[in-house]
């Protein structure tokens, strides 16, 4: 059982680059998002998305790019990358968007320089 | 505002001890969810359990219990006789079924259990 695959695990970025945190579940579950992690800060929400073709902004959107053109994927894309980003990012997945818990990746270490 | 207040940022106990991880939530829905999850050292976020807010029969899971109270808006966690692999970050989290769509985390209680 794959669950939530994330890749990469790890990237550094100098500032000013764009990329793209790859995110796949197969677990045809409907609803996706992506959080990150900071010291002291807990999980924040960035996007989510209840379905193919529909996402939405969470807590802290500013800065990513999300797109949901299949249920099972979920890409996460930093347009412009900055020190701020540097972060442990994680992509989740549930059966519906408020019930079910969600099931998470391994995470990515993202360091902008 | 907080919608989850994790108020212990560290904790540490020797082991064999019992520790009581507080959670407190806000929300003026009937209708809402409550998580516990687990990130051990290696990272990873493991799911523990859900309560829902029409259930407020606490829950028993070996080690693990869970106080939920809706009159203090408190979901607390306690771990019994703890062992080292207890050693982890715990995250409670809210879900406002179904007005919203999103979990709101809180910031997390670090544990340590010293052998």
């Keep these: ?113 | 505002a907080q919608k989850v207040t994790q108020a212990q940022t560290e904790i540490s106990v020797v082991e064999k001890e019992d520790v009581t991880l507080d959670c407190v939530y806000e929300t003026r829905d009937t209708t809402y969810y409550l998580f516990w999850y687990k990130q051990p050292p290696s990272g990873e976020l493991v799911f523990l359990i859900r309560r829902n807010s029409f259930d407020e029969q606490n829950e028993i899971s070996g080690r693990y219990s869970w106080n939920f109270q809706k009159s203090t808006s408190s979901f607390n966690f306690t771990i019994t006789a703890s062992q080292v692999v207890d050693s982890a970050v715990y995250f409670c989290a809210l879900s406002e079924a179904p007005r919203e769509s999103q979990f709101y985390f809180g910031t997390g209680t670090s544990l340590t259990v010293i052998p």
Aim: aromatic share 8%; hydrophobic share 30%.
């Design chain 1, 1 to 113: 059982n794959a669950g939530v695959t994330q890749t990469p695990k790890f990237q550094v970025l100098k500032t000013g680059q764009s990329m793209t945190l790859q995110c796949a579940q197969d677990m045809n579950h409907e609803y996706m998002s992506w959080y990150r992690q900071d010291p002291g800060m807990g999980l924040r929400l960035i996007h989510y998305s209840v379905g193919a073709g529909i996402t939405d902004q969470g807590e802290v959107p500013n800065g990513y790019n999300v797109s949901r053109s299949t249920t099972e994927d979920f890409p996460l894309r930093l347009l412009s990358a900055a020190p701020s980003q540097t972060s442990v990012y994680f992509c989740a997945s549930s059966r519906d968007r408020d019930r079910s818990p969600l099931h998470f990746g391994n995470g990515t270490r993202l360091t902008v320089t």
